[in-house]
């Protein structure tokens, strides 16, 4: 049965206040924990019930409460059977020493359940700070609190109390015996067991005859992964431990300053609680098979670009198809091909990129909806139409392309920026990295000469053919999907968030055994698609590569911190990370993060296997072989 959310209650069950003075207890938590509960779920369950602060908040109906102080639940089955009784005998008793006492020394075999339960409550609030603590014998043993005016009876309260009880399974148990034989997908769960470290504040004596080690945490923390595997939603509460933080690693954490009452020294009457949020896991429906691509997809222009997920376009749509979105922002677009097969599934896309030659990419084929460059246009480019500043012939003399290839370039550099339409220029420069590309070795520049050559049909082609033949692949792949959209050329870290929708993010993976510069192995065609202005040319080098771009991905340090970043940034929409598994931060780190800023994490594992790299011989040989972890939050 789905659940009232907190705000939704009838006024008069509303703030019911708890019937114990209880240690350890939630009021002052209250306005933390209240938020994280879900507005719907199945049952509330709460198998550490203590004085229920937080039961009685939320006032559930059909709950279930369970605790193994078997005083305890005779307390509150008793008020929920026979509050009137409960209220008669607390009338009969007496704020004063002696009858403390006495009632503290009453065997509790020989009373009825209502006058037990009736003792217990004036032991609570007549005896010190309202502790419950037991001997060997299981008897009370707390003294007299010598308070003036304490609340024996607050009739009110009990009334209030009773009205929800009445309606709840009360149980007394162990709490593993509670969840397995109550838990169902979709039940909240709140869990406030004693408090780490066991011999402090929360010591588990104060309240049963049991103890509560950290082995024992360590189980819970076990239950709580089951929990989350079923399909509940968990909120737990502990001290500010280790512990607590190594076994929740995974979930979101959060601490919180608080008062401890029980405390015989002022100055130790403060702590830091944590406030665990578990969500249920929810599985996906994936195929075992890519999801089908449109056509138009299929005309996108190829590339060797480092990192491009060409080939795994079929199943970053497996999984974004799962989610119904408008708008798609490709955070690091690179070769722009996943912008590309957005569009074609008719999305609004945002294409971006910090390197000149993917926004180029992205500004003629994907913000570009029906601009092309003619044949006659493209032949003319071709042709010493407009000034030559040589800088190619000179700069790069002998380096990459020959020098009549580099002449070529030069021609073409010129008569691209005198070009008046945008979209035109971004389709001519992109035809000119793409000629570039195919014309050099492994489509990289960072060696010089060309002892790579293998033979290849597109090296053997002149760089007038391969122009040529560039701008048609480029014409070929514009098309009109209906929508806006726009490329971007600037940093990630910049770009404002936007409406919700989906988030594609495929940054540069961060590993100690390989480097991620882009600009390393492309700065020769960055430098085409920037003209060579804003860059620094380290003239000393061999390759003429110019000084990389900084980007918080060059450490793991910053890759942590920037990917919390933005998945705080972007939390409203649906957000979709390429990453793969040679990569740092780890699986468990990655999912960790995402889980602080949404409800629900997946990670949808893929074996891939990379174009080319260069750290095969480091990691066991594996010939690039590895997993491409899909990391879902939403």
């Known amino acids: ?64 409460i369970a605790d193994s102080n078997p005083e305890l639940i005779n307390l509150y089955r008793s008020v929920a059977n026979d509050v009137n009784g409960v209220i008669a005998q607390l009338q009969e008793l007496k704020n004063t020493e002696d009858v403390f006492y006495a009632v503290r020394a009453q065997d509790v075999s020989k009373l009825s359940d209502v006058e037990v339960a009736a003792r217990t409550i004036f032991l609570n609030r007549t005896c010190f700070n309202g502790l419950y603590r037991v001997n060997k014998a299981g008897q009370f043993n707390v003294p007299f ?17 009773s009205e929800i009880l009445r309606n709840t399974t009360i149980v007394c148990g162990d709490y593993k015996t509670v969840l397995n034989n109550n838990a169902q997908p979709g039940d909240f769960i709140f869990l406030d067991p004693p408090y ?20 024992d945490h360590i189980e819970l923390a076990a239950e709580v992964k089951r929990l989350h595997e079923l399909g509940c939603h968990i909120v737990l509460t502990n001290s500010n431990h280790p512990l607590v933080h190594e076994q929740y690693h995974l979930f979101p954490v959060e601490v919180i300053q608080t008062k401890r009452y029980i405390s015989c020294n002022g100055s130790g009457r403060t702590g830091e609680d944590v406030i665990v949020t578990v969500p249920p896991r929810q599985r996906f429906n994936l195929r075992s098979v890519p999801a089908p691509l449109p056509a138009q997809t299929a005309l996108y222009p190829s590339t060797r670009f ?82 030559v500043d040589h800088f190619v012939e000179t700069k790069f003399q002998g380096l990459y392309f020959i020098d009549d290839d580099n002449r070529l370039i030069d021609i073409l550099r010129a008569n691209i920026n005198a070009l008046k339409n945008p979209y035109q220029r971004a389709i001519a420069m992109s035809a000119l990295i793409r000629s570039c590309l195919k014309k050099r070795p492994r489509g990289i520049f960072t060696y010089v000469g060309h002892r790579y050559d293998d033979g290849r049909k597109d090296l053997l082609k002149t760089f007038r053919e391969q122009f040529l033949e560039a701008v048609e692949s480029v014409n070929a792949a514009v098309f009109n999907n209906g929508q806006a959209n726009k490329a971007r050329h600037g940093d990630a870290m910049t770009v404002q968030n936007r409406e919700p929708g989906l988030v594609y993010i495929d940054p540069p993976y961060y590993s100690p055994l390989s480097d991620n510069e882009y600009v390393r192995r492309y700065h020769f065609v960055e430098g085409l ?21 900084p980007t918080p991905f060059s450490s793991r340090k910053g890759a942590t911190e920037a ?6 940034r972007f939390r409203d929409s649906v957000l979709i990370v390429s990453y793969s598994s040679n990569s740092l931060p780890t699986l468990d780190e990655m999912v960790s993060l995402m889980a602080k800023h949404k409800p629900h994490v997946e990670v949808v594992p893929v074996d891939y296997r990379y174009s080319f790299g ?15 972890y899909f990391f879902v939050g939403y």
């Open 1 to 64: 049965m789905g659940q009232l959310a907190v705000s939704d209650k009838p006024q008069d069950l509303a703030g019911i206040r708890p019937l114990l003075k209880w240690a350890g207890g939630k009021t002052q938590l209250l306005k933390e924990i209240l938020p994280k509960i879900p507005k719907k779920y199945g049952r509330y369950i709460e198998p550490f019930f203590g004085g229920g602060a937080v039961f009685f908040a939320v006032n559930p109906t059909n709950g279930i």
């Open 145 to 161: 609190g010598r308070y003036k005016n304490p609340k024996i009876l607050d009739e009110m309260s009990l009334k209030a109390a």
């Open 196 to 215: 780490l470290p066991v011999s402090a504040f929360a010591d588990f004596k104060r309240y049963t005859k049991e103890q509560f080690y950290e082995e």
């Open 306 to 387: 480092m990192g491009s997920k060409s080939k795994l376009l079929g199943d970053i749509w497996a999984v974004a198809s799962q989610f119904k979105f408008d708008t798609a922002l490709d955070l690091f677009s690179g070769s722009g091909v996943v912008s590309y097969m957005l569009k074609s599934h008719g999305k609004a896309v945002v294409s971006n990129d910090y390197m000149a030659m993917s926004a180029t990419f992205a500004k003629a084929m994907i913000e570009n909806n029906d601009v092309t460059l003619s044949q006659n246009d493209a032949l003319a480019l071709l042709e010493p139409l407009h000034p």
């Open 529 to 549: 698609a920037r003209n060579w202005e804003g860059v620094e040319i380290q003239e000393h080098t061999t390759t003429k590569k110019f000084k990389s771009y």
């Open 563 to 568: 990917f919390d970043s933005l998945f705080k």
């Open 614 to 628: 260069n750290q095969g011989h480091k990691v066991s040989d594996n010939k690039n072989s590895v997993k491409e």
